[in-house]
């Protein structure tokens, strides 16, 4: 384990640039950085961030068509009418002469509306699919019935097309199978603050992990205009004790995989397809913010068959991970002084 980089404000998500470009790292406190040969440079050129409670400058990605677009997304909370939401911006990163980078053109491509007050349950994690499309997660902003009405995204996963704009095959969009019956951006629903998105590169599949409240965190795999529960069924009880629901399953609600009971509020996931680590090739990765690990998911098809705690308190609280082309692993912690931490085979 090498630590790659430290006094991060806040670090909450990373990209691995192509080459070697470095990666890019985002602060919850509002900053876009850049790391490339042991060197830490701010990039110029986000939007306006509002850093509020939970909200901040969230997840990263690369455009899938990165190599000829240069296109960054970004997701993070913002301030307007009605109190703090989730946004969704794109930007054109640029080189300068001095090897920093910039992001120009940079466009906000989707608010999550109904804005509202309070700090809580942002999401926000991004990806896309095989075909191209961007996909959003939105907690349900700390107000839980939020998540089971199907006409407000948050609680819910959003599909969109790289533009921002909805496509017209999503469920409740006016080419879906139920046309006008929800917001036309919402893909599936009943999600209560997930932080870790992924595409299992095989299936196709999109796996998405959520926070319960104390207890009943969730892996789920994601199906187009389904209903995950969130809080007609949970695994978890509320923070004073107090029972949520009775239900852990219902008709009509999709199960999850696997649930954390107790939590280990989970955020970030990756899929492991490298070759630096072949016994962990088919593995899935999450970090643990209140376990402070790294958890590893041993899979046999969509069967979870096996888990391992890794790094057991040795970091802190694991924000983010992510696999380099180099099949390193990639970890970004937690705290007021964050850092970047990469997990490489040992040399025999």
Avoid: C
Wanted: glycine share 16%; no cysteine; hydrophobic share 35%.
């Amino acid at each position: 384990m090498e630590s790659l980089a430290g006094n991060l404000e806040r670090p909450w998500a990373l990209a691995v640039l192509p080459g070697d470009e470095g990666l890019l790292i985002t602060e919850r406190t509002g900053d876009l950085r850049h790391l490339r040969g042991g060197v830490l440079r701010g990039v110029p050129g986000i939007p306006e961030v509002a850093v509020v409670g939970q909200g901040g400058l969230l997840d990263i990605v690369l455009s899938p068509e990165f190599g000829s677009d240069r296109l960054i997304y970004l997701s993070f909370a913002e301030a307007g009418s009605g109190g703090y939401g989730t946004a969704v911006a794109r930007g054109r990163l640029r080189s300068e002469a001095s090897g920093a980078l910039r992001l120009t053109d940079t466009e906000v491509i989707f608010r999550a509306l109904p804005r509202s007050g309070g700090g809580r349950h942002f999401g926000s994690r991004l990806a896309f699919d095989d075909e191209g499309y961007l996909y959003v997660t939105l907690g349900d902003r700390g107000a839980m019935n939020r998540a089971q009405d199907p006409f407000d995204p948050y609680g819910g996963l959003l599909r969109l097309n790289p533009d921002g704009t909805v496509p017209r095959d999503n469920p409740f969009a006016p080419g879906g199978e139920r046309p006008g019956e929800g917001a036309p951006e919402l893909w599936s629903w009943g999600h209560r603050n997930a932080q870790g998105l992924m595409r299992h590169p095989i299936t196709g599949d999109l796996w998405l992990h959520e926070h319960g409240p104390k207890g009943g965190d969730e892996v789920n795999i994601v199906e187009k205009g389904a209903n995950y529960g969130w809080p007609r069924t949970s695994f978890g009880i509320d923070y004073d004790g107090s029972v949520i629901t009775d239900d852990a399953s219902l008709p009509g609600i999709t199960d999850p995989v696997i649930h954390w009971t107790p939590s280990i509020a989970p955020s970030g996931m990756a899929y492991y397809d490298g070759a630096a680590f072949p016994n962990w090739r088919g593995d899935v990765f999450v970090g643990a913010l209140a376990g402070r690990h790294l958890r590893r998911l041993e899979l046999s098809g969509n069967t979870v068959v096996d888990q391992e705690v890794l790094l057991d308190g040795r970091l802190g609280r694991i924000r983010d991970v992510r696999v380099g082309d180099d099949g390193a692993i990639y970890l970004l912690t937690d705290a007021d002084r964050g850092g970047l931490y990469r997990l490489s085979p040992a040399e025999d």
